[in-house]
């Protein structure tokens, strides 16, 4: 099993508990985005960096991901082609995405996006806090204790 990151939009803070989660665990994690990323120095972390464009690196995920790997992202159409694939996608949040949650997730997405498109100003997400913080750090534990058996 390998952790994916699509690290253009993924928070700092998720990545440094990914980062210590990688080598305490001894797994690899691999960060997808179109600029470059400063990773610590480790043989389980990797950066990989590609072109710039529209949905790019979600595509190198979905292509590279393979069935049992975790990808770690907000964007709910990649996470979608992730459980598609076999794999299992998790929030920054800490919001595990399965095949039982993942329809909805996605009807409501494009709910608010047809309402943006309509000009109706929807808002973003609250930025992340420190219950955020903890409750993805508790899932990615819990995902990894079951998947892994440490």
């Known amino acids: 099993m ?3 990151v699509d690290a253009d939009a993924c928070p700092g803070v998720i990545k440094e508990i990914l980062y210590r989660t990688a080598e305490r665990r001894k797994i690899e994690l691999i960060l997808v985005a179109n600029q ?3 990773t610590p120095p480790s043989r389980f972390i990797r950066a990989i960096q590609v072109a710039s464009g529209f949905d790019v690196a979600d595509k190198k995920i979905a292509d590279s991901v393979q ?3 975790l990808v770690i992202t907000a964007d709910i159409p990649l ?3 992730v459980i598609d694939n076999g794999g299992h996608g998790l929030s920054p949040r800490g919001e595990l995405y399965t095949k039982d949650n993942i329809r909805q997730r996605l ?3 494009d709910l608010m996006d047809e309402l943006r498109g309509s000009g ?3 808002g973003g997400p609250p930025p992340l806090n420190q219950k955020d913080r903890k409750s993805f750090a508790d899932q990615l534990d819990r995902f990894l204790s079951k998947h ?3």
Do not use: S
Request: proline letters at 5%; aromatic letters at 10%; a positive charge.
């Open 79 to 81: 996470a979608n082609e």
């Open 107 to 109: 009807t409501m997405r």
């Open 148 to 150: 892994l058996g440490k």
């Open 67 to 69: 069935p049992g790997d």
């Open 36 to 38: 470059y990323l400063r």
């Open 2 to 4: 390998r952790i994916w």
């Open 120 to 122: 109706v100003h929807t």
